[in-house]
């Protein structure tokens, strides 16, 4: 796990751009996994950014997002599927059928997950994988408690994630209390991994998350038998991790050959 420790949320955008980069310049048709929440947004502001400049493009790409709400109507502008066309979709050249979601409102939700799983499968698998964490360590909607080698399946939210998502919805109420997301087992097997997390709320889900034990209790945790994960956080929510300072040092002294 390398954890780099940055300044702002800016230099966090560009750092996770800067693996997005090299892995879509090394494989222009990679497989990007992408997640909502507002830890990412800088991210996809910057691959806009180095879309327009000509630097990077996503036309021979495809994407898969992590997880999705079950039961909002669809066009809700809060259905996942919205929101990565609204940040990611729209603002890159990437051809929109190319970016896939699961469906919740699928007539089988069962059968929806595996055809998810398969999907990704047939796609060649996940190159480069973005991902948040919850103030309680989940990573996509896999709440404390998941199995760690769960699939794509329908799990029920916490109070506190609702309550955490609430304020993208005019009333706490409209939040689902149910959601389709690729499980741990999903996501560790994306290549590379990219968690980003800025802001004092989730310095202790890094700390457990990088630091602490391997646990259900703590999903994101198991990304320490990731062999390929940058942990991109802001100096906030570093400031719980015991070794920030090597962190820091690591990172600054990194030698050219040395890459993710
Ligand atoms: C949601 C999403 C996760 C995201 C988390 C944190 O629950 N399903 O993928 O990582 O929220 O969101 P934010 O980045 O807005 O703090």
């Given amino acids: 796990m390398e954890i780099v420790i940055c300044a702002d949320q800016e230099s966090v955008g560009q750092a996770a751009a800067d693996t997005f980069e090299s892995v879509i310049r090394r494989k222009p048709n990679a497989v990007v996994g992408l997640a909502t929440g507002s830890s990412p947004l800088p991210l996809y502001e910057e691959l806009e950014r180095r879309t327009l400049h000509g ?149 202790g889900a890094v700390a457990r998350l990088a630091e602490g034990s391997v646990s259900a209790m703590c999903p994101g945790s198991m990304l320490q038998l990731h062999p390929r994960v940058r942990v991109i956080i802001d100096e906030a929510a570093a400031s719980q991790l015991a070794l920030a300072d090597y962190y820091r040092y690591t990172y600054q002294n990194k030698p050219a050959w040395q890459h993710l």
């Fill in 55 to 203: 630097r990077l493009t996503f036309r021979n790409a495809r994407a898969f997002t992590l997880d999705e709400y079950i039961g909002l109507p669809e066009g809700h502008p809060e259905t996942y599927k919205e929101v990565i066309d609204r940040v990611f979709t729209t603002r890159v050249d990437i051809e929109p059928a190319n970016v896939r979601g699961p469906n919740g409102n699928a007539p089988d939700l069962e059968i929806e997950a595996s055809d998810y799983e398969r999907a990704i499968l047939a796609a060649g698998g996940i190159d480069v994988q973005v991902l948040g964490v919850g103030t309680n360590g989940h990573i996509g909607f896999n709440e404390p408690g998941s199995s760690l080698g769960s699939r794509t399946r329908v799990k029920t939210l916490l109070p506190q994630t609702r309550l955490d998502n609430a304020r993208f919805f005019t009333d706490q109420e409209e939040v689902p209390h149910h959601v389709i997301t690729q499980g741990i087992g999903t996501i560790m097997d994306a290549r590379r991994v990219v968690l980003m997390a800025t802001g004092e709320q989730k310095a």
